[in-house]
């Protein structure tokens, strides 16, 4: 195991919030952002009709929207598995740790009550869209339990992260032609420290600074070198091979009838491919099947009850609404 800092992400969160707001800066949450121009000023439009203007826009949405420098094909989606269990103080790892095969466990401990602690492991990664996760959700429960005296199970979820191809995050200037849009993405779930590290090259450039520093995250890198391109390759391999070879999947089943309650599947109807839910009382729920990024199908993962897409990672709830870039509409409504 390899040792790590641990700090209280939602505690470190809040205090820049303060730090913002203190110095004249407005936070608003919840209001999606449908539109964005460049210009002298920038215009940024949402959902609601109204317009921003701002000399500076910096786009850091996770997987980045308004994605006209196709950065979607240099970042692969990773999703991650998370248990946690309780556990004495006096038995809890006092570190945070990955194990050293390339951290395919992460261990933390966060705080519960008393005499206890919430020990927290990560891992079993894949690719969105590759089948179900109960069986990676079980073996890392399984993991968890042989290694840490815990109690029971208390929670499960799932994070996702996007790697980048060279494997160094995309921090600065959008595109080649941008000179007011930035990004900020593909932290590879080092999401707090990077973060932070993009915070201070952003506020650097957005001032007119230019450190030395800048080009190992400039986005624009990659246009000039072919470093990356064995890697973006293999990644544009895997799309091809998704979006050819899950039309023809023997995993599609011919009706609904014969999709179990509380399970999805994907079905021909005439001649087109709806994703359909049924739930335990047998209700159908169906939508298009072509993730609306860019047509690939999606596919049921029934541990989160999720549609996922598994060429570029968009997922979808099971009303067709969009849960995670980069596709921005929801799959439409299908009758069956
Ligand atoms: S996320 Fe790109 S095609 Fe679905």
Not at 7 to 19: E, Q
Not at 106 to 135: I, K, M, N, W, Y
Not at 302 to 326: M, N, Q, Y
């Amino acid at each position: 195991m390899v040792p790590q800092a641990q700090f209280h992400p939602r505690k470190y969160l809040l205090a820049l919030a303060d730090d913002i707001t203190a110095q004249g800066g407005l936070i608003y949450e919840r209001v999606r952002v449908t539109g964005l121009s460049e210009g002298s000023p920038c215009k940024v439009t949402t959902e609601g009709g109204v317009t921003i203007t701002a000399e500076d826009v910096i786009v850091a949405t996770h997987f980045p929207v308004f994605d006209r420098a196709l950065h979607f094909a240099r970042l692969s989606p990773r999703r991650e598995l998370v248990v946690a269990a309780p556990i004495a103080v006096g038995r809890a790892p006092k570190h945070m740790c990955v194990t050293d095969d390339m951290g395919k466990r992460s261990v933390r401990t966060a705080p519960l009550d008393g005499g206890r602690r919430l020990l927290v492991v990560t891992g079993e990664s894949f690719t969105p869209g590759a089948g179900d996760s109960h069986q990676r959700f079980l073996r890392l429960d399984r993991w968890m339990h042989d290694h840490f005296p815990v109690g029971e199970t208390a929670y499960r979820w799932a994070a996702q992260d996007n790697d980048v191809s060279d494997g160094v995050p995309l921090v600065g200037l959008f595109h080649p032609g941008a000179r007011h849009v930035y990004v900020a993405t593909g932290f590879g779930g080092w999401g707090m420290s990077g973060g932070a590290m993009a915070g201070q090259l952003l506020a650097a450039l957005v001032t007119g600074a230019q450190p030395e520093w800048a080009g190992l995250y400039d986005p624009r890198r990659l246009w000039s070198t072919l470093r990356e391109a064995p890697a973006l390759l293999k990644q544009q391999v895997e799309v091809v091979r998704h979006f050819v070879g899950d039309r023809a999947k023997t995993t599609h089943v011919d009706s609904v009838a014969e999709i179990a309650p509380g399970s999805g599947a994907v079905v021909r109807i005439e001649g087109r491919h709806c994703a359909v839910y049924r739930e335990e009382d047998g209700t159908a729920h169906a939508v298009s099947a072509r993730c609306t990024h860019l047509g690939c199908l999606v596919s049921f993962n029934e541990a989160e009850t999720a549609w996922e897409c598994p060429c570029h990672g968009s997922r979808f709830g099971i009303d067709g609404k969009v849960l995670h870039g980069p596709a921005l509409r929801p799959l439409s409504p299908r009758k069956v």
